[in-house]
């Protein structure tokens, strides 16, 4: 784990520690191999986006985030994602497949040692492609890999695991993890989150605020739940929108992530506007909610997950189209 995790190490030839015959057993029995990375864009503040193809020909995407005391990667548990969120860019693309733990940890390995970065990861959230509660075992499996000692050493506080609200998970995930969990809500009454959170349909506010609640009495060390919530124009950016997000709130330990809306080919959403961010954010701490609005990065690179893959799949589909069409008129 040390040679492969703390050092990147792949080759068994080259864990001196070993023994010859060891090594060469290791030889016969295993590799040791991250997925391929198929690109890489940098922002101009320095966002790095990572667009990485699975042996299967699946394309995931990760994403580095530099800040002042610390090195976040957005990591993917999915190739893309079943849940259909109406804001997404990788929930319009539907879902492939579950990512396996390696495909997982692989993504960390890659952000650590890939062209010999010269910062290591410090945080690791799980917002990138896919719901991670509906792929929990790999999910949970990867973590304990970034926990253990001989590998990442990352604490609870460093990763958050994010979801849009797979209920009867949540009820069961304190007995398994001590990480930091993170809601993915977006909309404060049903009817709104029915639409742009279909899963809401099958676990509605009521249910998911409860076991968010029962998550926290679980979990003693753990005193809040970040509350992630997209700001879209003219959808849920209203004051009364506010005033509905205090009030589901109201009882649960939580922090609120502010989060302007990022863009992408084929949707119809806008980012809101300024004043109308500021008066959202304002009204929440007025009312005592601990919201933090979160700086916009990556918009020169896609930065919103599935923006690449989505892109790609265009391409392909084009040229395919293309080709089709000179094979028709050449017939």
Request: proline residues 4%.
């Given at each position: 784990?040390?040679?492969?995790?703390?050092?990147?190490?792949?080759?068994?030839?080259?864990?001196?520690?070993?023994?010859?015959?060891?090594?060469?057993?290791?030889?016969?029995?295993?590799?040791?191999?991250?997925?391929?990375?198929?690109?890489?864009?940098?922002?101009?503040?320095?966002?790095?986006?990572?667009?990485?193809?699975?042996?299967?020909?699946?394309?995931?995407?990760?994403?580095?985030?530099?800040?002042?005391?610390?090195?976040?990667?957005?990591?993917?548990?999915?190739?893309?994602?079943?849940?259909?969120?109406?804001?997404?860019?990788?929930?319009?693309?539907?879902?492939?497949?579950?990512?396996?733990?390696?495909?997982?940890?692989?993504?960390?390995?890659?952000?650590?040692?890939?062209?010999?970065?010269?910062?290591?990861?410090?945080?690791?959230?799980?917002?990138?492609?896919?719901?991670?509660?509906?792929?929990?075992?790999?999910?949970?499996?990867?973590?304990?890999?970034?926990?253990?000692?001989?590998?990442?050493?990352?604490?609870?506080?460093?990763?958050?695991?994010?979801?849009?609200?797979?209920?009867?998970?949540?009820?069961?995930?304190?007995?398994?993890?001590?990480?930091?969990?993170?809601?993915?809500?977006?909309?404060?009454?049903?009817?709104?989150?029915?639409?742009?959170?279909?899963?809401?349909?099958?676990?509605?506010?009521?249910?998911?605020?409860?076991?968010?609640?029962?998550?926290?009495?679980?979990?003693s060390k753990r005193k809040t739940i970040t509350i992630e919530y997209i700001l879209i124009d003219g959808v849920n950016d209203s004051l009364e929108h506010?005033?509905?997000?205090?009030?589901?709130?109201?009882?649960?330990?939580?922090?609120?992530?502010?989060?302007?809306?990022?863009?992408?080919?084929?949707?119809?959403?806008?980012?809101?506007?300024?004043?109308?961010?500021?008066?959202?954010?304002?009204?929440?701490?007025?009312?005592?909610?601990?919201?933090?609005?979160?700086?916009?990065?990556?918009?020169?690179?896609?930065?919103?997950?599935?923006?690449?893959?989505?892109?790609?799949?265009?391409?392909?589909?084009?040229?395919?189209?293309?080709?089709?069409?000179?094979?028709?008129?050449?017939?």
């Amino acid at each position: 784990m040390k040679w492969i995790h703390q050092r990147g190490v792949l080759n068994f030839m080259e864990m001196t520690d070993f023994s010859l015959e060891l090594r060469e057993q290791l030889n016969e029995l295993a590799i040791a191999e991250p997925p391929e990375v198929e690109d890489c864009l940098t922002s101009p503040e320095g966002t790095k986006k990572y667009l990485i193809k699975l042996d299967s020909g699946s394309m995931i995407e990760m994403v580095i985030i530099p800040e002042k005391k610390r090195l976040t990667l957005c990591i993917s548990s999915q190739a893309g994602c079943a849940l259909q969120c109406t804001f997404c860019a990788t929930g319009a693309q539907g879902f492939e497949r579950n990512l396996t733990p390696n495909e997982i940890i692989g993504q960390l390995w890659i952000a650590n040692f890939y062209q010999q970065p010269s910062q290591q990861i410090s945080n690791v959230v799980f917002m990138g492609m896919g719901e991670p509660l509906l792929n929990v075992i790999p999910v949970l499996s990867s973590i304990s890999i970034m926990q253990h000692q001989n590998a990442y050493g990352l604490s609870k506080r460093r990763i958050t695991l994010s979801t849009s609200g797979i209920v009867p998970e949540i009820k069961k995930l304190a007995s398994r993890t001590d990480v930091s969990l993170a809601i993915s809500l977006h909309a404060a009454n049903n009817k709104l989150r029915d639409e742009i959170v279909p899963i809401n349909k099958k676990y509605p506010l009521e249910q998911l605020i409860q076991s968010c609640k029962d998550y926290l009495i679980n979990q003693s060390k753990r005193k809040t739940i970040t509350i992630e919530y997209i700001l879209i124009d003219g959808v849920n950016d209203s004051l009364e929108h506010a005033k509905q997000l205090v009030a589901v709130l109201r009882g649960l330990s939580c922090k609120v992530n502010l989060i302007p809306f990022n863009p992408f080919d084929g949707c119809n959403y806008l980012r809101s506007k300024e004043k109308v961010i500021q008066d959202f954010k304002d009204h929440l701490i007025g009312k005592g909610l601990i919201t933090t609005l979160r700086i916009t990065r990556g918009d020169a690179i896609d930065g919103a997950c599935g923006q690449l893959v989505g892109k790609l799949t265009k391409s392909i589909k084009a040229k395919t189209s293309s080709k089709n069409i000179n094979i028709v008129n050449t017939s």
